[in-house]
């Protein structure tokens, strides 16, 4: 008799144990998906970089889209965006998620850096595509900051206006 007690004590660990995985799996699926980010590296350094701008996969409507340049121009205005050090005449890569490859994606700083692409990363990005260089006028000496903004934009190929999420860092020469 006590032996048939504890297997139906074991069963019912075992149908609360099912029930409780059950419902955690639910909820973790009814959560959402996480905000996919850019992965930035340089040298040995692997910094994650979360949107600007994201509207959970689907294109930012065009009242967001101005409210979204704003960000990035205060962004750049205050020197705030997350800073990623870097070597000078080094290079670096960008990575993106997988939900950033279906769409597609492009990236530019003083210069176009990475061309529309739905790859996963792109490689030997030079820093002289991230730094602005600047001529003076009375010399003719050319200088190029120290450092410079790098923002990527996921949007479909062949679109200029359709947005999907903003990605903005800075880069800064260290010795």
Do not use: H
């Not at 997988?98 to 990475?114: C, E, F, R």
């Not at 050319?142 to 949007?155: F, M, N």
Request: charge should be positive; charged fraction near 15%.
């Amino acid at each position: 008799m006590s032996l048939n007690r504890a297997v139906a004590a074991l069963g019912a660990v075992a149908v609360v144990g099912a029930a409780t995985v059950g419902l955690s799996v639910w909820k973790a699926n009814d959560a959402g998906k996480p905000v996919p980010r850019i992965y930035v590296t340089s040298g040995s350094t692997w910094t994650p970089v979360s949107p600007l701008c994201y509207n959970g996969g689907k294109e930012i409507a065009a009242k967001d889209v101005a409210a979204c340049a704003a960000k990035v121009q205060k962004l750049g205005a205050a020197n705030a965006a997350k800073t990623i050090s870097v070597r000078p005449n080094s290079t670096f890569t960008i990575g993106v998620d997988k939900d950033i490859t279906k769409v597609g994606w492009s990236a530019s700083g003083s210069a176009a850096l990475v061309a529309q692409t739905t790859k996963y990363q792109a490689n030997n990005l030079p820093l002289s595509g991230v730094f602005p260089t600047s001529t003076d006028q009375s010399t003719g000496a050319t200088s190029t900051a120290d450092k410079g903004t790098v923002l990527v934009i996921e949007r479909p190929a062949g679109s200029t206006s359709k947005i999907v999420g903003v990605w903005v860092f800075s880069m800064k020469t260290v010795s």
